[in-house]
């Protein structure tokens, strides 16, 4: 049963998804593309929400939060870096050779948000912990500390006997 329309849910969270989107995405024209891209999937999805699963609250976010990560999916750089580069702050490689995908998904949905969203960009977009302090308009020391943190957490959610 549908009880709210898409009129709607535009008028309440459309300067909340935007909000949203800005804080993550430098590009304005990018914002504005992808707040035409999350109204677009939640029109289409309309009929399939159900009040009974998630509050329209989690329901718009979430659509606008794995519209976000699809962007940053579409836009990673297609060169490969140097494999030379040395960094002290890879992904333990003992942790992803032992655990499922499927394990480590669960494990970061466990995350906080913006843990999670640390980690997703650091990993699988590449992206080096000053271009994630920039685009997350923290300083380098907070995304450093978080991303130190978030890997503590999944290490522990991943240990043996969880």
């Known amino acids: 049963m549908q009880t709210v329309d898409l009129e709607q849910i535009y008028t309440e969270y459309s300067g909340k998804i935007m909000g949203y989107i800005r804080a993550r995405v430098h590009g304005k024209a990018d914002a504005e593309d992808l707040h035409s891209e999350v109204f677009e999937k939640i029109t289409k999805r309309l009929d399939g929400f159900d009040p009974e699963k998630a509050s329209l609250n989690t329901w718009v976010f979430t659509i606008t939060r794995n519209t976000v990560i699809d962007h940053f999916r579409r836009s990673r750089p297609s060169e490969e870096l140097d494999e030379n580069i040395s960094d002290d702050t890879e992904l333990d490689e003992d942790l992803l050779q032992t ?7 669960a494990a970061l949905r466990r995350l906080p948000q913006q843990m999670m969203d640390i980690i997703v960009l650091r990993y699988y977009d590449g992206k080096p912990l000053t271009e994630i302090a920039e685009m997350m308009h923290l300083s380098y020391g907070a ?11 999944l290490r522990e959610s991943l240990a043996p006997g969880d």
């Not at 655990?99 to 998904?105: D, N, P, V």
């Not at 500390?145 to 957490?153: D, S």
């Open 143 to 153: 995304v450093k500390l978080r991303h130190q943190n978030a890997l503590i957490m």
């Open 99 to 105: 655990e499922s995908l499927g394990e480590l998904a």
